[in-house]
């Protein structure tokens, strides 16, 4: 068995101690998430207008036949992601 050398034990030690430097580094990272969470989440109306282009859609969607399974998932977003772009810049 390999026996440690005190400098080893001295690095060690030293790295332990850097706890607090640690939980303020991830605090300061939470902090900038929620930020950047917070700046780009939209409006109120806009909320709306995505709820209602939603709805909407997926009702379209689903009478032109498209569901949402695993071997046809890629078809329905598509699909989904046309008719919103469609519907949003309608509406607007």
Same mark, same amino acid.
């Given at each position: 068995?390999?026996?440690?050398?005190?400098?080893?034990?001295?690095?060690?030690?030293?790295?332990?101690?850097?706890?607090?430097?640690?939980?303020?580094?991830?605090?300061?990272?939470?902090?900038?998430?929620?930020?950047?969470?917070?700046?780009?989440?939209? /409006?109120? =109306?806009?909320?709306?207008?995505? +709820?209602? $282009?939603?709805?909407? *859609?997926?009702?379209? &969607?689903?009478?032109?036949?498209?569901?949402?399974?695993?071997?046809? /998932?890629? =078809?329905?977003?598509?699909?989904? +992601?046309? $008719?919103?772009?469609? *519907?949003?810049?309608? &509406?607007?």
């Amino acid at each position: 068995m390999k026996s440690t050398k005190k400098s080893e034990v001295k690095i060690a030690y030293k790295m332990g101690q850097s706890w607090g430097s640690q939980i303020l580094a991830v605090a300061i990272g939470i902090l900038l998430t929620m930020l950047v969470v917070w700046i780009t989440m939209p /409006s109120s =109306d806009e909320r709306l207008l995505n +709820k209602r $282009c939603f709805r909407e *859609c997926k009702v379209k &969607i689903e009478r032109e036949g498209h569901t949402m399974s695993f071997l046809s /998932s890629r =078809d329905y977003i598509d699909a989904l +992601k046309e $008719c919103h772009k469609l *519907c949003s810049s309608v &509406i607007r």
